[in-house]
């Protein structure tokens, strides 16, 4: 076990290895049409249509809001255009009090994400931005500053909650005090299958609600629960956008080298063509497949060693670990069928805010078949605890200028 791993969840995993099969991709239609997919373009009106595959709606003049108390929140360009480039990260809606916006959706469990750019809008300090957002009873963001480092940057947070029959969705975005800001510059919505992250009792097959590791043989994840997703990675390949992904655009960061403390092989095969025999199609796209990192063909030394990745998230919380790999065979066979499965592991406090989450894999022994370990994707995903919250406590507010 390594020294700096505080939590080692292992993972006992025997696959026979890997093939390189030739057959051709060609994918139109994405495998999961969303019922609502809905891209909003926050400060500014007009639709735009970035390269990104998402039609962004502005704003202004849309059935979503926001909806405000007393005073009027505004609308900006962000003035460092350089890091920006793109649709939504232009424009913002800021504002030193409360707003909310509400969406008219399907009921089930949706993708949440929250697209921000840290710099400075006119009339509001980069340094200022110190906030809240609810979506329903859920905290998904607590006291938190995307000014926590001095460059502008872009990026977003990426959210799962269930909508009740009937229920409209409202994000409300609140301020820390009026002497810091709120402010939002993409909102996307995208409805996804009930059994793909949550384990709702009755809407899954026990075989893949989550094991509770170290704790109980499964932990279902309700709707009483929403989750934040921390890690998507592509393991042994490059980034995958959104557009890319099986209809629910959800991005696959690059993680060749990154992440992982052991040794390992990267087999690459661009034309591997996934069967999805037990497993929905939707659950990861086809470029997972085509990239891994194995141990690689030495027995003798896979015996003897371990693939381990090293995966710093916040203490106090449980997670949701879903692993993709493909049960493929380099050297003789030819059984390229994805599968997955899902773990939960509580990470406990023990003073520090942040730990490493290791995954360990392990071959496992087996007499006169090849031993290898592979994992082509890992997806880890924050649990709101018991009080529907996401985020870290006692966050300190930014110094005020005196
Ligand atoms: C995905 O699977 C569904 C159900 O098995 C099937 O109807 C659909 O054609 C598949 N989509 C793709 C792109 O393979
Ligand atoms: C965007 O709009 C175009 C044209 O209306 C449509 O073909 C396309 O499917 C839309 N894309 C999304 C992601 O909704
Ligand atoms: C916000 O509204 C309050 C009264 O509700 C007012 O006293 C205050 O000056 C307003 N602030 C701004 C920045 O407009
Ligand atoms: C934000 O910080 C204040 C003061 O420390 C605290 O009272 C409040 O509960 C915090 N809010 C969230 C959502 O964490
Ligand atoms: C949802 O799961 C949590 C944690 O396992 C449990 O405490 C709660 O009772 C469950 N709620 C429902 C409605 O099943
Ligand atoms: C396989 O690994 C073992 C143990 O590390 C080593 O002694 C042996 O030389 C390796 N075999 C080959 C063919 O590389
Ligand atoms: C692999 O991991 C297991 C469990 O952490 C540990 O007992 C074993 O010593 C490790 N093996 C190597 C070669 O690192």
């Known amino acids: 076990m390594k020294n700096h791993s505080l939590l080692t969840p292992i993972f006992f995993i025997f696959c026979p290895g890997f093939i390189f099969c030739h057959f051709t991709v060609a994918t139109s239609t994405p495998p999961y049409k969303a019922v609502d997919h809905i891209a909003l373009n926050c400060g500014t009106s007009g639709n735009s249509n970035p390269p990104d595959g998402r039609n962004w709606t502005g704003e202004i003049g849309s059935k979503y809001g926001p909806t405000e108390q007393n005073n009027k929140s505004i609308f900006s360009d962000a003035q460092s255009h350089s890091s920006v480039g793109t649709v939504p990260y232009t424009t913002a809606r800021l504002s030193h009090f409360q707003f909310t916006y509400a969406f008219p959706v399907a009921a089930g469990p949706k993708f949440v994400r929250l697209y921000f750019h840290s710099a400075s809008y006119s009339g509001y300090e980069k340094s200022k931005d110190f906030f809240?957002?609810?979506?329903?009873?859920?905290t998904l963001l607590g006291n938190f500053s995307t000014s926590d480092s001095t460059e502008s940057k872009s990026f977003f947070k990426e959210f799962c909650i269930n909508v009740e029959e009937n229920q409209i969705l409202k994000l409300t975005f609140i301020p820390f005090s009026s002497d810091y800001y709120a402010f939002i510059n993409g909102i996307e919505i995208v409805s996804m299958p009930i059994d793909l992250y949550y384990s709702q009792k009755g809407f899954i097959k026990?075989?893949?609600?989550?094991?509770?590791?170290?704790?109980?043989?499964?932990?279902?994840?309700?709707?009483?629960m929403a989750?934040?997703?921390?890690?998507?990675?592509?393991?042994?390949?490059?980034?995958i956008q959104?557009?890319?992904?099986?209809?629910?655009?959800r991005e696959w960061s690059e993680a060749i080298k990154k992440y992982l403390w052991s040794g390992g092989t990267i087999p690459r095969d661009p034309s591997l063509n996934p069967k999805y025999s037990?497993?929905?199609?939707?659950?990861?796209?086809?470029?997972?497949?085509?990239?891994?990192?194995?141990?690689?063909?030495?027995?003798?030394?896979?015996?003897?060693?371990?693939?381990?990745?090293?995966?710093?998230?916040?203490?106090?919380f449980k997670y949701l670990l879903a692993?993709?790999?493909?049960?493929?065979?380099?050297?003789?066979?030819?059984?390229?069928?994805?599968?997955?499965?899902?773990y939960v592991v509580m990470i406990q406090n023990k003073g520090e805010d942040t730990r490493q989450?290791?995954?360990?894999?392990?071959?496992?022994?087996?007499?006169g078949t090849l031993i290898d370990a592979?994992?082509?994707?890992?997806?880890?995903?924050?649990l709101s605890n018991p009080d529907s919250h996401l985020a870290r406590l006692h966050m300190v507010p930014p110094q005020l200028a005196q």
């Open 132 to 138: 809240t957002v609810k979506a329903g009873s859920f």
């Open 206 to 224: 026990y075989e893949w609600v989550p094991e509770y590791v170290a704790q109980a043989p499964r932990f279902y994840i309700n709707y009483s």
């Open 227 to 239: 989750l934040e997703m921390v890690y998507r990675l592509n393991v042994g390949g490059s980034l």
């Open 242 to 249: 959104p557009k890319e992904d099986t209809g629910m655009f």
């Open 278 to 316: 037990k497993i929905p199609n939707y659950t990861a796209p086809d470029p997972i497949y085509q990239s891994a990192i194995t141990m690689g063909p030495n027995m003798t030394k896979n015996m003897q060693s371990n693939l381990t990745w090293g995966l710093r998230v916040d203490t106090g």
């Open 323 to 342: 692993e993709d790999r493909a049960d493929v065979i380099l050297w003789t066979g030819s059984n390229d069928t994805p599968y997955y499965k899902d």
């Open 357 to 367: 989450l290791s995954i360990d894999l392990q071959p496992r022994t087996s007499e």
């Open 374 to 382: 592979i994992l082509n994707g890992v997806e880890v995903f924050k």
